[in-house]
């Protein structure tokens, strides 16, 4: 298949033209180096050394003997999308291509503006492209579970059946994002279903949780393969900065509570879906709609499971509780279906303490190349209280820690 | 009260800060006079001849003896929007400040990034210069009914009571945009709620039906404040094109069987709504949406009134039906609540056919300026036939008209 993935230079997308590369495909990447741009803006960086993309292409070359193509450029620019797709004639697009941080996003106007820019436009001009020049074309595209937020109802996969005043109608689940990084996401859930519905595009949109992990079957034959691994407050992800929290002897950082409950999933399952979708098409016109996560855990479950493993392999890890800078609910209902990805064959990796202390292992190689100032939360969702109908919703325990705008 | 009107040179935005500087308030509006551009772009423009945004100003204070403040910028430039919100510290700000036309937005990918970039950027801009200025101010944002499309249920006012698997919840209402301009306000919707539930903004989301007629209580005083009002296929709408088009001879254009539903408003309504909405503000941390229409009516129904009123002024008025150039179905389940703005004391101008006479002799005044080849539609809204799960909702009757994308 000729694969085309946008964002081919991140954390999965490496890892994900690997997978596809060494599984006979013909791929090609394209990537703006957004990401790097943005690490360096921040003074952090990936915990694993990663190479160049030419590098890493290059050692891919000599390791498996196969060829992934590149282009450099961003989504956002719409001519140089539709020269890379047109010229590429893709089969299937993966589309990774954005900015991906919740806390990012609601650093300043700027950064929020960036956020949506980068991705609404970007998957706007994709769908443009794809219409134009390979409509039966597959787009694959990384949603997240944060589209949904956490309603008091079960999460569906996409699409719920509603019984309202007698009738009856299937409509997709209604979402309360948590940041303007998750709009964005809804945003582009928003574009993409228009589409299929009038254009006859075929899209499968992955809802993903948050991912962890550091290695995958293709990244582990050579170490410039490595894919790059955060831990920032920015990037970095709950149980992979807990996994880096312990092996420097910081406290796990547990916002509030700990209650706040998600979907996780490791990254060798992210490539196993994503070649799911592949493999599995959606039809023509359709937009499918995948929960892609494989347990749901609470953030203190997980501090608990770093904790134990950690003791394992000697470390005394210490959780404590810091202000939680974002406005959620530490103790809420939540439970999302999940059935679809594993019904079309997904062999999950369950998390455990074995895989903890694998992933610990995995760290402490690198953990001298720490940056510790990465390690505590510096943006604030919010700066006043909260009132009004949806104020039960968010209410969070904390006081402000910005200046309160009100 | 200090109000702020984005799009104050425009159809709507014009006759609302004539209604609040005529009431009183002091009046701001900001505007790009991209609307202006696009139609020059196009070589359509309004049938009433309207002068320039200062010479309005000028005759307005002549009419009044009021004074309206003007500021030229996009609310795309967000230190531009920034300044101006935080010079004027507005009570209220009035964003009428869009592209608003779903065929425009389905023109091209240009026309379709220049949509969503103006609309959901500006808004986001408009968010956080709220948040950082002026974070008590309540936000009324001109939303459209567009947004939730044709479904297969009732349509509440921007939330829904959803009981599912023994759990309730109450959720903004799924929403099924027809355009990527439909598209644009739904992304508005979500990031304002956002704001709403994250930052303690107050807004309320005027989900608007189709507007129609020329004049307003202040419009009439002085030709010179007369306001735009356009006819050809991208920002004409539904009744004001069958009435021009009867006045000049042209077959009144139904798009297919003319089934499609939809809820109307008299632009004196318009401004009713908009007054209610700033004289009784959100709470802070609330979003509240209101369906802003008045009555509903099938395409089909419009045009014989139009034909019935054009009758009685001595014209013969022929309907004819025309290929659809928009994805739609053509007869379809309609019911959209609308109490919330009759509760504040809405008080509609019901259509009538001695409405559609009075805005029949309206147009007669300005027959001459008409543009002939601004009448008929030349934006396919789709090119290829439609498949899967949602082919049953957008089955359209016609062939495509563009070259086929399959």
């Known amino acids: 298949m000729r694969i085309l993935i946008l964002g081919g230079d991140g954390y999965l997308g490496w890892p994900t033209a690997l997978r596809f590369s060494a599984r006979g495909h013909e791929v090609t990447v394209v990537d703006n180096f957004a990401r790097r741009r943005w690490h360096n803006e921040q003074s952090t960086g990936s915990l694993t050394p990663i190479s160049g993309l030419a590098d890493r292409v290059d050692a891919w070359r000599e390791v498996s003997g196969k060829e992934i193509q590149s282009f450099v450029g961003g989504v956002e620019d719409g001519e140089f999308l539709d020269r890379v797709v047109a010229d590429t004639s893709p089969e ?77 109608d299937t409509l997709p689940v209604p979402k309360l994002p948590g940041s303007l990084y998750h709009c964005s996401k809804v945003h582009d859930s928003t574009n993409i279903h228009f589409a299929c519905r009038h254009w006859g595009l075929r899209a499968t949109d992955l809802n993903q949780g948050v991912v962890y992990g550091v290695e995958t079957e293709e990244t582990v034959q050579d170490e410039r393969l490595l894919t790059r691994f955060d831990y920032d407050e920015l990037f970095g992800t709950a149980l992979n900065r807990f996994c880096v ?81 974002r406005v959620e609910l530490e103790e809420h209902y939540y439970n999302a279906t999940h059935s679809k990805l594993l019904d079309l064959g997904l062999q999950p990796h369950h998390l455990g303490e074995e895989l903890v202390r694998s992933m610990l292992g995995k760290i402490d190689q690198y953990k001298d190349r720490v940056i510790q100032r990465a390690i505590m939360p510096k943006t604030s969702w919010s700066t006043g209280e909260l009132h009004g109908q949806f104020a039960e919703r968010v209410q969070s325990t904390r006081e402000p820690q910005g200046a309160p705008v009100a």
């Open 245 to 325: 929290q312990a092996m420097i002897g910081h406290p796990l950082t547990v916002y509030g509570r700990g209650g706040q409950t998600r979907g996780y999933l490791n990254i060798r399952d992210t490539l196993q879906c994503v070649e799911l979708a592949a493999s599995n098409p959606a039809d023509l016109g359709e937009m499918r709609v995948y929960n892609q996560f494989t347990e749901q855990f609470s953030v203190k479950e997980l501090a608990e499971l770093v904790q134990k493993a950690g003791a394992e392999v000697g470390r005394e890890v210490e959780i404590k509780s810091f202000p939680n800078p």
């Open 92 to 168: 299937a697009v993966i589309h990774y291509g954005q900015q991906a941080s919740a806390p990012f996003s609601m650093i300043s106007r700027r950064h929020a503006v960036e956020t949506q820019h980068a991705n609404v436009i970007g998957n706007l001009n994709l769908l443009w492209s794809i219409r134009e020049h390979v409509p039966n074309c597959h787009l694959i595209k990384l949603g997240t579970m944060g589209e949904y937020g956490t309603p008091n109802i079960d999460i569906e996969e996409g699409y719920i059946e509603i019984d309202h005043k007698g009738r009856k």
